[in-house]
């Protein structure tokens, strides 16, 4: 059985920086960040397929860097210049099934188990 628990969350002022952690355990294959604001659809953010490879959102791509460490079994989400957009709760998933490449999405559906989220409170 899969366990997800993701840390690091808070406020921060625009502008600033948090590093997300997700600890995990079990077997794990891609895996992602997500955030879902309120009132808001939750959107894949940046993931790290069964080989290694990272994939980002456009929003992400120039702030977030997004890491794992197989050895700690952690999850990291580095957000740098964050704004007030990026507001939400955070999550951490993983698919239940090897994936890489083309098979490897930041599709919510496509990720089976979940961490509870960590929220993420940028001011101006």
């Known amino acids: 059985q899969v366990q997800l628990v993701e840390s690091g969350g808070g406020p921060v002022q625009a502008g600033g920086s948090l590093r997300l952690s997700c600890t995990y355990s079990?077997?794990?294959?891609?895996m992602a960040w997500f955030r879902q604001a309120p009132g808001k659809q939750r959107e894949g953010v940046a993931g790290?397929?069964?080989?290694?490879?990272?994939k980002y959102s456009d929003f992400a791509k120039d702030r977030f860097t997004v890491s794992k460490d197989n050895a700690k079994n952690i999850l990291y989400l580095q957000m740098n210049n964050l704004k007030p957009e990026d507001t939400a709760m955070y999550y951490c998933?993983?698919?239940?099934?090897?994936?890489?490449?083309?098979?490897?999405?930041?599709?919510?559906?496509?990720?089976?188990?979940w961490g509870q989220g960590t929220q993420v409170t940028v001011s101006s």
């Open positions: 998933a993983t698919t239940s099934y090897y994936c890489r490449g083309v098979t490897h999405t930041l599709e919510s559906r496509d990720y089976g188990d």
């Open positions: 079990g077997f794990t294959y891609c």
């Open positions: 790290v397929d069964s080989s290694g490879a990272v």
